[in-house]
């Protein structure tokens, strides 16, 4: 089984900055693409941004010049660093991972998402 764990979200205010961190764990085998998504109130869940194994990154327009997706394989985490925080990018976000994992000697592949972590920005 495998677990994803969010943190980093709060409130600050417009301008401001803050880091999201995601880490998956369990009986991992590999981990492809890894990405956030955010759902604000009366939305659909929108991509942010995404990073594959081969450290490809595709953002959202809305996101572009102020958000960092990046990865630390070691540690099986995704972070979202966010600055120049606007009002509109209140919303809950969520991770997004693509892994293989085992279980049994049998390999199964999956798509998981995290528990999502609030964000919040005030003007």
């Known amino acids: 089984q495998v677990q994803l764990v969010e943190s980093g979200g709060g409130l600050v205010q417009a301008g401001g900055s803050l880091r999201l961190s995601c880490a998956a764990s369990?009986?991992?085998?590999?981990?492809?693409?890894m990405g956030w998504y955010r759902q604000a109130p009366g939305k659909q869940r929108e991509l942010v941004a995404t990073?594959?194994?081969?450290?490809?990154?595709n953002y959202a327009d809305s996101v572009k010049g102020r958000f960092t997706i990046s990865r630390d394989n070691a540690k099986n985490t995704v972070y979202l660093q966010m600055n120049s925080l606007k009002p509109e990018d209140t919303a809950v976000y969520y991770c997004?991972?693509?892994?293989?994992?085992?279980?049994?000697?049998?390999?199964?592949?999956?798509?998981?998402w995290g528990q999502g972590t609030q964000v919040t920005v005030s003007s």
């Open positions: 990073i594959s194994s081969g450290g490809r990154i």
């Open positions: 997004n991972v693509d892994l293989t994992w085992y279980s049994g000697g049998t390999y199964y592949k999956d798509d998981y």
């Open positions: 369990g009986s991992i085998f590999s981990i492809n693409a």
